[in-house]
C-alpha cells in the first residue's frame, strides 16, 4: 500500500528560528513530490512541487528537499514568521499515465510559531 | 476572486438529512476534485471529473454520497442520510492540463459539514 509518513507530527517554534519538517514515501513509481501549507479552516496552498529528478526547489523562505533514492523529503523554513503557523501537508504522485487521480497525502506536521 | 470557491463554508445538520455542497472550480480549469478531511489528517480522495464525466470514485464514496458536474464547471456533492461519521472538511480542487498525476492542484477553502 502506498503511503506517505510525516514527523514530527507538530512542534513549536520561535520566531525567527528555523526548522525542517520531514516526509518518507514508499510511493513506488514515482511521478512527483508536492509540499502544500493549509492555514486552520482553509484549503491547502501548494508551497513547492519536484519530479524524481529535483533535489531542490525553493520558493521565498520555503526550500523543499528530495532524495528519490531513499524517498524522503524534506520542507525547510527559514526566519520563521507568525503567518508561517499553519499544517504543512506532503503529496506525492505515483508515475501513472491513465487519466485520474492517485495522489498520496500525508498526515501532516502541525507548526506553531510562537513570539 | 479567480481562485476555487466552495459553498457553503459550514453546514450544521442533523443525522439523516441531506445535504448538498457546491464547488466552483478555476475557470477553464477541467479536472476537478473532491477531497474528505478529518481533524489532524490529510485529505482522502472521493472522486474526480473530467469535464463533466465522473472518471473515478473512490471505495469511500458510498452509495449514499453522489457528485455532479453537469455542465463541465460547478459540481454538486450531495449526501443523503447524513450520519455522524460524515462530519468532516470536504475540499474541492481544480486543475488543468494534460497529465493529472503531474499537475497541481488548486483547492477551495473547504466546506466543514457537522452532522449532529
Known amino acids: 500500500k502506498n503511503q506517505v509518513e510525516q514527523s514530527p507530527q507538530s512542534l513549536i517554534i520561535l520566531e525567527g528560528k528555523n526548522c525542517t519538517l520531514q516526509c518518507n514515501y514508499t510511493v513506488s513509481p514515482f511521478s512527483n513530490l508536492r509540499w502544500y501549507k493549509q492555514d486552520t479552516g482553509r484549503g491547502p496552498v501548494s508551497l513547492t512541487i519536484?519530479?524524481?529528478?529535483?533535489n531542490t526547489k525553493s520558493n521565498g523562505r520555503y526550500t523543499a528537499t528530495l532524495d528519490a533514492d531513499t524517498k524522503q523529503s524534506s520542507l525547510h523554513i527559514t526566519a520563521s514568521q507568525l503567518s508561517d503557523s499553519a499544517s504543512y501537508i506532503c503529496?506525492?504522485?505515483?508515475?501513472?499515465?491513465?487519466?485520474?487521480?492517485?495522489?498520496?497525502f500525508g498526515g501532516g506536521t502541525r507548526v506553531l510559531v510562537k513570539p | 476572486d479567480t481562485g476555487v470557491s466552495q459553498d457553503p463554508r459550514h453546514k450544521i445538520t442533523k443525522r439523516g438529512q441531506n445535504v448538498t455542497f457546491r464547488c466552483d472550480p478555476i475557470?477553464?480549469?477541467?479536472?476537478l476534485y473532491w477531497y474528505r478531511q478529518t481533524l489532524g489528517q490529510g485529505p482522502e480522495f472521493l472522486t474526480y471529473f473530467q469535464n463533466e464525466a465522473q472518471l473515478e470514485k473512490s471505495r469511500l464514496l458510498s452509495d449514499r454520497f453522489s457528485a455532479e458536474r453537469p455542465k463541465g464547471s460547478f459540481s454538486t456533492l450531495e449526501i443523503q442520510r447524513t450520519e455522524q461519521g460524515d462530519s468532516a472538511m470536504y475540499l474541492c480542487?481544480?486543475?488543468?492540463?494534460?497529465?493529472?498525476?503531474?499537475?497541481?492542484?488548486?483547492f477551495g477553502p473547504g466546506t466543514r459539514l457537522t452532522v449532529l
Open positions: 503529496v506525492v504522485s505515483p508515475w501513472i499515465k491513465a487519466a485520474g487521480n492517485k495522489l498520496t
Open positions: 475557470s477553464e480549469h477541467n479536472r
Open positions: 480542487a481544480s486543475s488543468a492540463g494534460t497529465d493529472p498525476s503531474g499537475e497541481a492542484q488548486y
Open positions: 519536484m519530479t524524481f529528478s529535483e
